[in-house]
């Protein structure tokens, strides 16, 4: 009797010493501090569309929206944020079946560690840099064109890149650099360093304005964030997706007040004019939305109601 109670206590202080070491061993794990990659993938009728996340960067949007400070700050509490902004990157990748495009390409190394993750993520998604064709480029502010180039070669070997002419007289002029003040010399040298290989190899074919570019993609100009600024319908099977750069940075400010601008913005009146017309034939038509700084994926519909928005995120599908 005394052997049988003695065999149950030692089990029983078996069982609690093994909790007890189990709990110590999973407390004792590190923080993983990863995400998984940052691709989304949807069907835009016979077309793939690809979200490629660069990473985040931390923006003073209560600093650089044109609006008083603690009005910002109120917003972005309404909408349980803070400043500084953990702001995404996006860009996006269109498989017509014939072409392979991507829409930006992100900061490369131009703006520090949290951002430059955009060929991990298009390696993660299935593709390879090497297999994109063409690159239509909404503006050439760093965090969407300092992918071009990697260590002064071209990180897209074989793809054509496209701009708006308006951007490139503007961004790739020696003249403008020399001129700049100091602190604005940066946004120049980033362009103009990012663009070199395409320049060289001529693999840099600008436009100018409205046109179609390759079958389903047409360029739709909307200047005022920089001079040439510019977004990009994506057409098939009677399906739209405009994919509209940097007409937006943060959505619980410019939603409900569109008038709001941002210190970026090289001309205030004409971007603020661009927005409310892109974003009023888009609550219209019922386009999806593709936004560079909307958070990630950055794909939506925008409703209107009055002259604010509201913005409807896609839901999430897992294609078969």
């Known amino acids: 009797m005394f052997?049988?109670?003695?065999?149950?206590?030692c089990v029983s202080l078996a069982l609690?010493?093994?909790?007890?070491?189990?709990?110590?061993a999973m407390a004792s794990a590190p923080f993983a501090k990863t995400s998984a990659p940052g691709y989304f993938r949807m069907m835009l009728g016979a077309y793939e569309v690809t979200a490629l996340n660069d990473g985040t960067v931390d923006l003073p949007v209560d600093k650089l929206l044109m609006e008083p400070e603690e009005q910002t700050k109120a917003a972005l509490a309404d909408s349980f944020?803070?400043?500084?902004?953990?702001?995404?990157?996006?860009?996006?990748?269109?498989?017509?079946?014939?072409?392979?495009?991507?829409?930006?390409?992100?900061?490369?190394?131009?703006?520090?560690?949290?951002?430059?993750?955009?060929?991990?993520?298009?390696?993660?998604?299935?593709?390879?840099?090497?297999?994109?064709?063409?690159?239509f480029i909404t503006h050439m502010h760093?965090?969407?064109?300092?992918?071009?180039?990697?260590?002064?070669?071209?990180?897209f070997p074989n793809a054509t890149i496209h701009a708006d002419r308006r951007d490139a007289d503007y961004w790739l002029s020696q003249a403008n650099l020399d001129k700049a003040p100091a602190d604005k010399k940066g946004g120049f040298q980033g362009a103009i360093s990012?663009?070199?290989?395409?320049?060289?190899?001529?693999?840099?074919?600008?436009?100018?304005?409205?046109?179609?570019?390759?079958p389903g993609i047409k360029s739709y100009s909307g200047y005022g964030?920089?001079?040439?600024?510019?977004?990009?319908?994506?057409?098939?099977?009677?399906?739209?997706?405009?994919?509209?750069?940097?007409?937006?940075?943060?959505?619980?400010?410019?939603?409900?007040?569109?008038?709001?601008?941002?210190?970026?913005?090289?001309?205030?009146?004409?971007?603020?004019?661009?927005?409310?017309?892109?974003f009023t034939e888009a609550a219209k038509e019922g386009a999806l939305v593709g936004?560079?700084?909307i958070q990630f994926?950055?794909?939506?519909?925008?409703?209107?109601?009055?002259?604010?928005?509201?913005?409807?995120?896609?839901?999430?599908?897992q294609l078969r």
């Open 194 to 214: 990012s663009f070199a290989p395409y320049v060289a190899s001529k693999k840099f074919v600008p436009f100018k304005g409205s046109a179609e570019l390759v």
């Open 3 to 9: 052997n049988q109670k003695l065999k149950k206590l």
């Open 142 to 155: 760093g965090d969407h064109v300092g992918g071009l180039a990697a260590a002064s070669a071209a990180a």
């Open 81 to 135: 944020l803070k400043a500084p902004l953990e702001t995404s990157v996006n860009a996006f990748l269109i498989n017509t079946g014939g072409k392979l495009v991507l829409i930006d390409t992100g900061a490369g190394t131009l703006f520090g560690p949290t951002l430059g993750k955009l060929l991990a993520n298009l390696k993660a998604s299935g593709y390879e840099a090497a297999q994109v064709d063409d690159i």
């Open 16 to 24: 609690v010493s093994g909790g007890l070491m189990s709990t110590a």
């Open 291 to 293: 936004a560079s700084h």
């Open 297 to 317: 994926p950055g794909l939506g519909h925008l409703k209107k109601t009055g002259n604010s928005y509201n913005w409807l995120p896609v839901n999430f599908t």
């Open 225 to 278: 964030h920089t001079p040439g600024h510019t977004v990009y319908v994506v057409e098939s099977q009677g399906q739209k997706l405009l994919l509209i750069g940097d007409l937006i940075h943060v959505t619980a400010v410019q939603l409900e007040h569109p008038e709001v601008t941002i210190a970026f913005d090289s001309d205030a009146k004409e971007a603020a004019a661009a927005r409310d017309k892109i």
